[in-house]
C-alpha cells in the first residue's frame, strides 16, 4: 500500500498526466510546444474596439505604455521617441488593434472595464471570480463543500490586459518572474465574462504561462528569458503595446542620423525599414511573424522569436510548416491562416505576384466599423469595377452594411477554437460555399512531399527547411498525427549519423530510447545533450524517469530537481517528485513536497487527499493526535 495508501494512485496519476498536460508534453524535438497558447493570444490581436477598449487610445496608448529607455544594444528606442518626428502616424496608429494590443491594468482603466463578476465551471466544480478593489483588478478561482465551506481560495492581481476589445480580451498575472494567463476573459459579444480560450479542455487555474511565441506578437518589446518556460526579465516589457519597430526594425541608428542630419533625404533612409520598399515576400513576411500559424512552427537552432528583424526573412528566424490538404478533407477552419487563405484567393493568383498583405490593409489605420464597408470597397475597386459583381445593385444595397464587397466575399465566421469570436475569411470566394481550389492540392514539392513550407526565403521555393527543423516539426507533429511517425524516426536515424553533436539530437535519441525501453542507452544521450547544452526541462526530466527505471531513484533525484528549477510551475513534475520521493521512503521530505505543492497549486484536490492522509499516518511521529 506504501506511505499512506495512496502510492500507486498518484503514481497512475502521474503516468496520465505526463501524456494528458501540455505543460509537461515539452518534447526535446520541437522548440514551439504551445502553438495552442499562440492561437489562443494571437486572435486578441485582432480585436477592434468596443466601448471600454477605445477608452485605452484616448491619451495614447503607446505613448502611455512606452519606455523612451531601452538599451541601445538591442537597438529598440521605443515608439515614444518615433513619435518625435512622426507624431501624425504615430497618433493614428496609436488607435489601431495593434497599437493598443497591451494595457497595463490602471485605475482610469477600471473604469471602463466590466470588473464584477463570477463564472462557475461544472467540471471540475469550481467557481471564478472578478473583481475590482483598491485601483487593481483581481481573478480568483476557489470551491466550496456541500456545506459551503470553503476549501481553498486561490486569487491574483491581473496586472495586464492582453486586446483592444473587438472579440474580447484576456489577463495576464505575476508570479515572481512569471507571467501566466488568467482563467477568465471578457467577450465582447455576449458581454461577458467566462473560461479562457483553451480552459474548456483542462482547469490550468492560474498555471498556464506566458510564452515567448504568444507574447511577441501581442506586445511591443516582451522581455522573456530563453528556454524560461514563462519566465521574464525585469521589467517584462520595454513597451507593451504593439509599436513603430515591430515593423520598422530596430530605431537607434535612425534616430542618431536623424538628429544629427542638416538637411537631406529622409524617406528612403536605409537604416530603418521601410515595409513599403521591401520585395512583396518581405513585406509579408513580417505580416506572417504573427498572423500565419501554419500547423507548425520551428525555431531555428540558437534562435528566440524576438531574433526577427523586420526586412530579413522570417526563415532565418523559424520556418511555417503546414499538413498538405487533401480532397476528402479539406481544411475546415483558416483560423490564423490568413496569408495562406489569400495565396488560395483568386485575386492573389491572379495578381502576378503583386498583391500581397499591404495591398488592402494599412498597418499605421483603421477604419471604423462604419468607414470599414466603403474603405475596403474602395481597395477592391482597384482592381475591379461595379460591374465586375454578378449580383444587382439592387440586392447590394439591401445587404447590411450595403454594397458591401468584403462582406460577401470575405464573410466572417466564428471561431471555433475561441468562444464567440469571429474572424475574416481571406479566400475572397465568389460564393460562400465555394470549394478550395484545385492548386491548394498541389503545393507539396519534390524534396518535400509530406509538408507545405509557407515561407521560404524568397526565390529559394524548392529548397526545404534543413533537416534538423524538419526532426522538430515531425515531432510535434506525430503526436497528433500518428503518420509523421515513421519520418521522425527515420530522420533521427539519419541525424544520429551525421549530427552526432548536436544537443537537440542526442535529446531526441534519448526520449525515443526512453520510449523504447532502452533506459541505459536513453541515459547515454541525455547526459550528452545535457553536456553539450542548453538546459532543457524536458531533457532532465528524461534523463530522472531513465535513471528511476534503471532502479536508480536516488541518482535520479538531483536531475528531477533541476528539472523543477527550470520548470518550478510544472504541477506534473512536482507530483513526479512527490511520488519519486515516497518510493526513495523520505517521507518528511515527501510530506514538504506535498505542501509546497499544495501552496502552488491550491486547487489539486487530489493532492489535498494525498496530504491529509500523510498527516494522519504521520501525526503521531510528530507528536501531534491523528
Known amino acids: ?131 475590482a478593489q483598491d485601483g487593481k483588478l ?27 476589445g473587438a472579440n474580447g480580451f484576456g489577463g495576464v498575472v505575476r508570479k515572481g518572474d512569471y507571467l501566466f494567463q488568467a482563467p477568465l476573459s471578457f467577450y465582447s459579444k455576449p458581454h461577458r465574462w467566462a473560461l479562457s480560450p483553451g480552459y474548456e479542455f483542462g482547469n490550468y487555474g492560474f498555471n498556464r504561462p506566458i510564452l515567448a511565441g504568444c507574447i511577441y506578437c501581442h506586445s511591443g518589446q516582451p522581455r522573456p528569458v530563453s528556454n524560461g518556460n514563462g519566465r521574464f526579465k525585469e521589467p517584462p516589457f520595454s513597451e507593451m503595446a504593439i509599436g513603430c519597430e515591430n515593423c520598422h526594425g530596430p530605431g537607434i541608428t535612425h534616430t542618431l542620423k536623424m538628429r544629427a542630419r542638416k538637411g537631406g533625404n529622409v524617406e528612403n533612409d536605409p537604416s530603418i525599414v521601410n515595409p513599403a520598399h521591401l520585395a512583396l515576400a518581405l513585406s509579408d513576411n513580417i505580416c506572417m511573424s504573427c498572423h500565419q500559424t501554419g500547423d507548425v512552427r520551428v525555431l531555428k537552432p540558437g534562435k528566440d522569436y524576438g531574433d526577427f528583424l523586420p526586412g530579413a526573412p522570417l526563415e532565418n528566424t523559424l520556418s511555417i510548416l503546414m499538413i498538405p490538404p487533401n480532397r476528402e478533407s479539406p481544411p475546415q477552419s483558416d483560423h490564423l491562416e490568413h496569408y495562406y487563405s489569400m495565396t488560395l484567393s483568386q485575386c492573389y493568383r491572379k495578381s502576378g505576384g503583386r498583391l500581397g498583405c499591404t495591398t488592402c490593409h494599412d498597418p499605421h489605420f483603421e477604419p471604423s466599423h462604419e468607414e470599414a464597408s466603403g474603405y475596403f470597397n474602395k481597395k477592391c475597386m482597384a482592381c475591379h469595377t461595379e460591374k465586375s459583381c454578378s449580383a444587382s445593385l439592387e440586392i447590394r444595397r439591401h445587404k447590411n452594411p450595403p454594397n458591401d464587397c468584403a462582406g460577401c466575399h470575405m464573410p466572417k465566421r466564428d471561431v471555433h477554437v475561441i468562444s464567440h469570436s469571429s474572424l475574416t475569411n481571406h479566400r475572397v470566394l465568389k460564393q460562400v460555399d465555394e470549394p478550395f481550389p484545385d492548386a491548394a492540392f498541389h503545393q507539396a514539392t519534390q524534396v518535400l512531399p509530406d509538408l507545405i513550407h509557407l515561407n521560404p526565403i524568397p526565390g529559394h521555393k524548392d529548397t526545404p527547411p534543413p533537416p534538423l527543423t524538419l526532426l522538430q516539426a515531425y515531432g510535434e507533429l506525430m503526436e497528433k498525427k500518428p503518420e509523421y511517425l515513421g519520418r521522425y524516426l527515420a530522420l533521427l536515424g539519419q541525424l544520429e549519423r551525421t549530427e552526432p553533436g548536436s544537443a537537440l539530437v542526442q535529446a531526441a535519441l534519448g526520449r525515443r530510447d526512453l520510449r523504447l525501453g532502452k533506459f541505459q542507452e536513453a541515459v547515454v544521450h541525455l547526459q550528452s545533450a545535457l553536456r553539450i547544452g542548453p538546459p532543457q526541462t524536458a531533457a532532465y526530466a528524461d534523463l ?17 530537481e533541476k528539472a523543477i528549477e527550470l520548470d518550478p510551475f510544472n504541477s506534473t513534475l512536482q507530483r513526479t517528485r512527490v511520488l519519486r520521493l515516497i518510493e526513495v521512503k523520505r517521507y518528511a521530505d515527501a510530506r514538504a513536497a506535498m505542501q509546497r505543492y499544495l501552496e502552488r497549486f491550491p486547487e489539486d484536490s487530489f493532492m489535498r487527499q494525498m496530504l491529509a492522509r500523510a498527516d494522519q499516518i504521520t501525526a503521531p511521529a510528530r507528536g501531534e493526535h491523528p
Open 138 to 164: 483581481y481573478q480568483g478561482e476557489y470551491e466550496a463543500d456541500a456545506n459551503g465551506k470553503e476549501i481553498f481560495r486561490d486569487t491574483h492581481e491581473v496586472e495586464w490586459i492582453i486586446g483592444s
Open 544 to 560: 530522472a524517469e531513465s535513471l528511476v527505471r534503471l532502479d536508480r531513484a536516488e541518482e535520479a533525484m538531483p536531475w528531477l
Open 1 to 131: 500500500m506504501g506511505w499512506f495508501g495512496g502510492n500507486r494512485r498518484l503514481r497512475s496519476r502521474v503516468g496520465k498526466l505526463r501524456t494528458a498536460n501540455p505543460r509537461f508534453q515539452q518534447k526535446v524535438y520541437s522548440i514551439d510546444l504551445y502553438r495552442s497558447l499562440l492561437i489562443l493570444v494571437a486572435f486578441i490581436l485582432l480585436y477592434l474596439p468596443i466601448e471600454f477598449a477605445a477608452s485605452l487610445g484616448q491619451d495614447g496608448t503607446i505613448a502611455a505604455h512606452a519606455t523612451q529607455s531601452i538599451t541601445t544594444s538591442s537597438g529598440y528606442v521605443g515608439s515614444k521617441v518615433c513619435a518625435q518626428c512622426h507624431q501624425r502616424i504615430y497618433d493614428q496608429f496609436s488607435r489601431t488593434g495593434m497599437g493598443r494590443s497591451m494595457t497595463q491594468v490602471t485605475s482610469a482603466l477600471l473604469e471602463t472595464l466590466p470588473a464584477k463578476a463570477s463564472f462557475h465551471q461544472r467540471n471540475p466544480d469550481r467557481d471564478f471570480e472578478v473583481f
